[in-house]
T-cell receptor, first 110, second 114 residues
């Protein structure tokens, strides 16, 4: 059974804080990795793909450790608008479906 | 910006009734999916569809569920005889290619079975 596990949260942080989310996946054959963001009662939206060498997009940095089957997301200088649930998502090769973690809820407080 | 659209946004139905959830994927995409999310739980895969046939389905997708792509644009999910536990948010998604590419999600249909 393919599983993706995440920190349960919620994370309540002040504006400007740095926050890190962790994720582990069980299927060593997984090929593609993503962080999606989901606002309350809305659809998941891609935040960023995660590459083997690690990648950064503005205040967001994603890391992948294939040996440990571990993915992370770092958010620097948190904004109120970052408040959402962050979903770790894993995919095998080809047309296989995305496998979602349960998500970690982040609340950024003024 | 192209988007996946779903209708209706909210459907209330009585237990035992049939419902059809509709989706219009992004026009040049080839892979289509249905997922569901029970309130407070994770997004779960139901079924994937490619080249006019089901390519994979989960254990949730039993005989009560079916999918169709009746024309070049619509992609539908039918639940034949709804149960209380079918109450959830149903998301349609599409991709232009297979693994490694972004899946675009519709805004979802909230199904409430009473």
């Amino acid at each position: 059974r393919k599983e993706v596990e995440q920190d349960p949260g919620p994370f309540n942080v002040p504006e400007g804080a740095t926050v890190a989310f962790n994720c582990t996946y069980s299927n060593s054959a997984s090929q593609s990795f993503f962080w999606y963001r989901q606002d309350c009662r809305k659809e998941p939206k891609l935040l960023m793909s995660v590459y083997s060498s690690g990648n950064e997009d503005g205040r967001f940095t994603a890391q992948l450790n294939r040996a440990s089957q571990y993915i992370s997301l770092l958010i620097r200088d948190s904004k109120l608008s970052d408040s959402a649930t962050y979903l770790c998502v894993v995919n095998d090769a080809g047309n296989t479906p995305l496998v979602f973690g349960k998500g970690t809820r982040l609340s950024v407080i003024a | 910006e192209p988007e996946v659209t779903q209708t209706p946004s909210h459907q209330v139905t009585q237990m035992g009734q049939e419902v059809i959830l509709r989706c219009v994927p992004i026009s040049n995409h080839l892979y289509f999916y249905w997922y569901r999310q029970i309130l407070g739980q994770k997004v779960e895969f139901l079924v994937s569809f490619y080249n006019n046939e089901i390519s994979e389905k989960s254990e949730i997708f039993d005989d009560q569920f079916s999918v169709e792509r009746p024309d070049g644009s619509n992609f539908t999910l039918k639940i034949r005889s709804t149960k209380l536990e079918d109450s959830a948010m149903y998301f349609c998604a599409s991709r232009d290619r297979g693994g490694g590419t972004e899946a675009f999600f519709g805004q979802g249909t909230r199904l409430t079975v009473v």
